[in-house]
């Protein structure tokens, strides 16, 4: 093998351990929405709701951050995108009512839709 070939390697190896860690942090609030029902008194409209923007925001925001990472070849938005998930989806476990888990899971959702373009 030549030199470039391993650091491909090691490049890919460590933008898969990233990528796992940034998709397990934004996957992980799905099986805690009964703890968040039960700690919260949540209801299962706004469990939805929750949900529903987890998606949506993977939806609106990847293809416009894809756009400006191509545009603005910077790699603040791979750094912005993994940070997110990492210290916003651990907040959720704090939060104290619908509106700061909306904003905990939505903030992280964002991180996570960042990484990806």
Known sequence: MTETTKANVKILSAL???HFTGDFYSSFTNPLFPLFVQKMGLSLVQVGIISGVMRLLAFIVQPSVGYLADRYATRHFMLWGVLMPVVF?????????????????????????????
Not at 98 to 117: N, R
Request: glycine share 12%; charged share 0%.
């Open 89 to 117: 989806i651990p907040l959720s476990g704090i939060t104290t009512g619908f509106w700061t888990l909306l904003t905990a899971v939505a903030l992280g959702s964002i991180g996570s839709s960042m990484f990806h373009p």
């Open 16 to 18: 898969t351990l990233v």
